[in-house]
């Protein structure tokens, strides 16, 4: 089996042959963290955007979208508690000078006790063949049993170290698990410390008159401080939801792992308002329809998996992750936060204007609670880009290289080849273009010979295969490849545009949620 490292170095060298993602200004090395979406990288991210809109916005009446600006009073975050409280803890390694994030030093010990569950879990299940029990053998095994609590023994006292602010006890959970520095194995260790994730940046012309601002961390306060303008313009009645889509931006210390973790991202949010004391009811809801969403798009339910927080952000009661299974193992795809009424509150103390619904069912007003489901897009492409790229073993004896997005996101819906450069084929071919292009996007290849234009589609991500040959000419027939089986059907060409279509339509993926 390949390397996690060797895998995850060819996500990255992948995305960049095919046109998917560039490293920022790379004519003059690149800027850590930072990253550009090229020609097919952008149709991806687009199509994941519009999947996530079309679920969240599209199927639910009581859900409205905003696009709120990125500068916002500088006040808002004071009130949203980030310039107090958006911290990371870092530490310092005396001996190599590398700075960690002292919660992921911790979390990476972890993920090394549970890769050791996953190998006793391989271990049995190979022993025991077809009559192996997966969730008999986690619940009963006494080595894994240790294993796993003893995992959950460290995540809960870091995350009660770093809710009390205890950050002694953080340094010495990391001296205590005998933690070394990655790059030089020293344990020679600073204090922990708290460093502030936000950029900050002026307004206005003058040194004297300029304003400090910052650049927002997370889309959501664009709707909190919106949130009345909203329900009243829109006539919303609670429960409703608002959604956004929006750069963030975040002075991430320990930036690594490709677009994983960048210093300007994109946060696909929605805050739901609820009544409070309801909060339980719809988190629990939320949950599930989030984990319908990401497993309607089928890459695999193995891959994803809940991870309840025990270390709560400033503004939650209950928060959860969706975790998906990325080449470097299961990491935090998408929050699900039950905000209660912090943000509203905070508001309206510190712009003193109420933030209150009027529920008519009940005859008085209130602060809603809201429910938050937040996901990466980035991560997201990241998810859907890993999850696709497959080294496959054919019948012949070759491998191909091939990208199984699911055709739904797929940048190009289909590739129209010509067999031969000559005897009209590529005005056939270019016709058709011409049909399908109001559609889907379609690209024409008529360089090399077939068999390697279906590899460079393969590659590519393209779903389907368009072949125009000298048949073609007789009887208005061509052949359709699909990328996945390779299997190939003759069909009429006033048939190609429908036979696309059922497979690529969001509604007959989103129908599954
Ligand atoms: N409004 C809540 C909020 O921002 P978060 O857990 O800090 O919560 C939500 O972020 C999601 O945004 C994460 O689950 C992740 O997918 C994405 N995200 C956060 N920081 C990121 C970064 N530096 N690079 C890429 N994506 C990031």
């Known amino acids: 089996m390949a390397k996690q490292e060797d895998v995850f170095k060819k996500v990255i060298s992948h995305a960049k042959e095919y046109g998917y993602v560039f490293q920022s200004s790379e004519i003059y090395d690149g800027l850590s963290a930072v990253y550009d979406y090229a020609q097919n990288g952008v149709e991806l991210k687009k199509n994941i955007r519009e999947y996530w809109w079309q679920a969240m916005v599209q199927l639910n009446d009581n859900i409205v979208g905003i696009d709120a600006a990125i500068f916002m009073h500088p006040t808002t975050w004071k009130a949203s508690g980030h310039v107090d409280a958006f911290n990371d803890p870092l530490i310092d390694n005396k001996d190599s000078k590398k700075r960690y994030r002292a919660d992921v030093l911790i979390e990476d010990h972890v993920a090394k006790i549970e890769a050791k569950i996953d190998k006793e879990v391989a271990k049995a299940a190979k022993r025991f063949g077809d009559s192996f029990d997966k969730k008999q053998f986690l619940e009963t095994n006494q080595r894994v049993l240790d294993y796993q609590t003893k995992a959950d023994g460290i995540l809960k006292r870091m995350g009660k170290s770093l809710e009390n602010e205890d950050l002694a006890d953080v340094k010495a959970l990391i001296e205590e698990l005998g933690i070394a520095c990655p790059l030089s194995g020293s344990k020679n260790w600073t204090d922990v410390k708290q460093f502030n994730l936000m950029f900050g940046t002026k307004l206005g012309a003058s040194a004297d008159s300029a304003m400090d601002l910052y650049l927002r961390p997370e889309t959501a306060q664009g709707i909190f401080v919106n949130f009345l303008n909203v329900q009243k313009t829109g006539r919303m009645k609670i429960p409703f939801g608002i959604a956004q889509t929006g750069k963030a931006f975040r002075n991430e210390i320990v930036a690594r792992q490709f677009i994983f973790r960048m210093r300007e991202f994109e946060q696909m949010e929605m805050q739901y308002f609820i009544k409070p004391g309801t909060q339980q009811e719809w988190y629990e809801k939320w949950k599930e329809k989030r984990m319908k969403w990401h497993l309607s798009l089928g890459m695999g339910e193995d891959n994803y998996r809940f991870h309840d927080h025990e270390k709560l952000a400033h503004y939650a009661d209950a928060a959860a992750d969706i975790e998906f299974k990325f080449p470097f193992g299961f990491k935090e795809l998408e929050g699900i936060h039950s905000r209660t009424d912090f943000d509203l509150s905070q508001h309206e103390e510190y712009s003193g204007k109420k933030l209150q619904y009027f529920d008519p069912e009940e005859n008085k007003s209130y602060v809603p609670y809201v429910l938050e489901t937040s996901i990466g897009l980035d991560r997201m492409f990241l ?55 109001w559609d889907f996007n379609v690209i024409y290849d008529e360089k090399d010979a077939v068999g390697r234009r279906y590899r460079r589609q393969d590659a590519a991500g393209t779903p389907f295969c368009v072949t125009v040959d000298h048949q073609t000419l007789e009887d208005d027939t061509v052949t359709i490849r699909h990328r996945d089986t390779m299997e190939q059907q003759r069909v009429k060409l006033s048939q190609v545009k429908e036979i696309i279509s059922k497979e690529v339509d969001m509604r007959y993926w989103l129908q599954k949620i």
């Open 383 to 437: 998810a859907v880009f890993s999850n696709s790229l497959k080294e496959e073993e054919l019948e012949n004896g070759t491998t191909r290289t091939v990208l199984k997005i699911p055709a739904v996101l797929a940048p190009t819906k289909a590739a129209v080849l010509p067999l031969l450069k000559r005897d009209g084929l590529p005005e056939v071919a270019n016709k058709l273009i011409d049909e399908l292009k």
